[in-house]
């Protein structure tokens, strides 16, 4: 991927032309292996409560964001959809300078469900195609493998037993069911028919480790356009990064701030506190004049990965995305490269059972398979 700083239906059956977006907007773009263009910055929508979702995401396209972030299993796909064509309605925003992102959710990863979650999304969007769709993980945990789950069939965005079809389905004694015949080369090959249809312009990646990465690459047909994994200053992903680089594969960071203190983390970071309040960090914002979340979203921009960002306090929203007309020095850019100690936030643990879990690597000595969390990893 390159960067550049500064209506079809589901029946079509051609590809849309590259999609090349404003060159001013906000923090510039990248142009993906798809041809279409993305912009840097993202504003992410997991973890935001109903009501505030809508909220957050108009603060964030009148601030400027033009790049939204969305997925089913968030239970607010919905408001995200109301908040984008409230915007386009007053004139603030068109559709086409827009990227639009979703991502295809574990319980749907067979070729007979993978249309249903997609028609979901362009349901609760409002929009006629997605700029970008991405496999949320590479394993098909939470999923019975019987049904296509979205967040408006059976019993919805939460878990549950089986039979009631819920997007987070459990077994009878309480653990996530796991489809263990499917596998993620055939999601992603059905995905590939749906670029020649235009229903989606560019597909990719989420949660999937290097070996995963080559799997799929190695078929593809469609270029892996985008590739979404945890990473932050206590996980830089540095030989991940560089493998998508040499593979023409943009990385986008999720919880570029660490994610805070949530329920998800399983572990303590080896440094005994989070990337928001380490003192080196805490330093910097000092010394620059800025907040620590600045710090760390300009030190991944400045490195060369895009970035989705969250939040929905509109503060926040704002300040996240004043991060271009400034940087950080060659020293200070390089100090934060120490603070790296491998603390990955989001493990997901009690879906290890299937062979495409990704983190395999990263479990804790002996460790024993888990019932299924209460909160799902949405907070639903």
Same mark, same amino acid.
């Given at each position: 991927?390159?960067?550049?700083?500064?209506?079809?239906?589901?029946?079509?059956?051609?590809?849309?032309?590259?999609?090349?977006?404003?060159?001013?907007?906000?923090?510039?773009?990248?142009?993906?292996?798809?041809?279409?263009?993305? %912009?840097?910055?993202?504003?992410?929508? $997991?973890?935001?409560?109903?009501?505030?979702?809508?909220?957050?995401?108009?603060?964030?396209?009148?601030?400027? +964001?033009?790049?939204?972030?969305?997925?089913?299993?968030?239970?607010?796909?919905?408001?995200?959809? @109301?908040?984008?064509?409230?915007?386009?309605?007053?004139?603030?925003?068109?559709?086409?300078?827009?990227? *639009?992102?979703?991502?295809?959710?574990?319980?749907?990863?067979?070729?007979?469900?993978?249309?249903?979650?997609?028609?979901?999304?362009?349901?609760?969007?409002?929009?006629?195609?997605?700029?970008? $769709?991405?496999?949320? $993980?590479?394993?098909?945990? %939470?999923?019975?493998?019987?049904?296509?789950?979205?967040?408006?069939? /059976?019993?919805?965005?939460?878990?549950?037993?089986?039979?009631?079809?819920?997007?987070?389905?459990?077994?009878?004694? /309480?653990?996530?069911?796991?489809?263990?015949?499917?596998? +993620?080369?055939?999601?992603?090959?059905?995905?590939?028919?749906?670029?020649?249809?235009?229903?989606?312009?560019? =597909?990719?990646?989420?949660?999937?480790?290097?070996?995963?990465?080559? @799997?799929?690459?190695?078929?593809?047909?469609?270029?892996?356009?985008?590739?979404?994994?945890?990473?932050?200053?206590?996980?830089?992903?540095?030989?991940?990064?560089?493998?998508?680089?040499?593979?023409?594969?943009?990385?986008?960071?999720?919880? %570029?701030?660490?994610? /805070?203190?949530?329920?998800?983390?399983?572990?303590?970071?080896?440094?005994?506190?989070?990337?928001?309040?380490?003192?080196?960090?805490?330093?910097?914002?000092?010394?620059?004049?800025? &907040?620590?979340?600045? *710090?760390?979203?300009?030190?991944?921009?400045?490195? /060369?990965?895009?970035?989705?960002?969250?939040? *929905?306090?509109?503060?926040?929203?704002?300040?996240? *995305?004043?991060?271009?007309? $400034?940087?950080?020095?060659?020293?200070?850019?390089?100090? =934060?490269?120490?603070?790296?100690?491998?603390?990955?936030?989001?493990?997901?643990?009690?879906?290890?059972?299937?062979?495409?879990? %990704?983190?395999?690597?990263?479990?804790?000595?002996?460790?024993?398979?888990?019932?299924?969390?209460?909160?799902?990893?949405?907070? &639903?």
């Amino acid at each position: 991927f390159h960067f550049h700083q500064t209506d079809l239906t589901l029946e079509s059956t051609m590809a849309r032309p590259a999609k090349k977006m404003r060159k001013d907007i906000l923090g510039g773009v990248v142009t993906l292996a798809s041809g279409h263009d993305m %912009p840097i910055i993202a504003l992410g929508t $997991w973890k935001s409560p109903p009501g505030d979702t809508k909220i957050a995401v108009k603060t964030a396209i009148k601030c400027g +964001y033009r790049n939204i972030d969305a997925a089913n299993d968030y239970n607010n796909e919905h408001e995200v959809g @109301e908040a984008i064509q409230e915007c386009i309605a007053e004139g603030i925003v068109t559709r086409e300078e827009l990227f *639009i992102q979703a991502k295809l959710w574990n319980s749907n990863h067979r070729p007979e469900h993978i249309m249903g979650d997609l028609e979901q999304s362009l349901k609760d969007l409002q929009v006629d195609y997605l700029d970008s $769709w991405v496999i949320h $993980w590479p394993m098909a945990v %939470p999923a019975s493998g019987k049904f296509c789950a979205t967040r408006v069939s /059976g019993s919805g965005a939460k878990t549950g037993p089986w039979e009631e079809n819920p997007m987070f389905p459990l077994d009878a004694e /309480g653990y996530f069911c796991s489809d263990n015949e499917s596998h +993620y080369v055939e999601t992603w090959q059905f995905m590939e028919g749906l670029v020649e249809k235009g229903v989606v312009r560019s =597909i990719g990646l989420s949660n999937f480790n290097k070996k995963q990465i080559n @799997e799929v690459v190695a078929i593809a047909k469609v270029p892996v356009s985008t590739l979404q994994n945890e990473c932050h200053p206590y996980l830089q992903q540095k030989d991940l990064i560089d493998h998508c680089r040499f593979h023409n594969i943009a990385f986008q960071a999720f919880s %570029p701030l660490g994610s /805070g203190d949530t329920h998800l983390a399983e572990s303590t970071s080896p440094t005994g506190t989070i990337p928001l309040k380490d003192p080196h960090l805490l330093k910097l914002a000092e010394k620059y004049g800025k &907040n620590v979340g600045q *710090i760390m979203l300009r030190w991944a921009v400045q490195r /060369g990965t895009t970035v989705v960002s969250k939040s *929905i306090t509109p503060s926040r929203i704002e300040s996240n *995305i004043q991060i271009f007309d $400034w940087e950080l020095s060659p020293e200070d850019f390089e100090s =934060i490269s120490t603070l790296n100690c491998g603390w990955r936030h989001l493990m997901w643990s009690e879906t290890s059972m299937h062979a495409d879990y %990704p983190f395999k690597d990263e479990l804790a000595p002996g460790y024993v398979l888990q019932k299924a969390p209460t909160i799902t990893s949405s907070g &639903n």
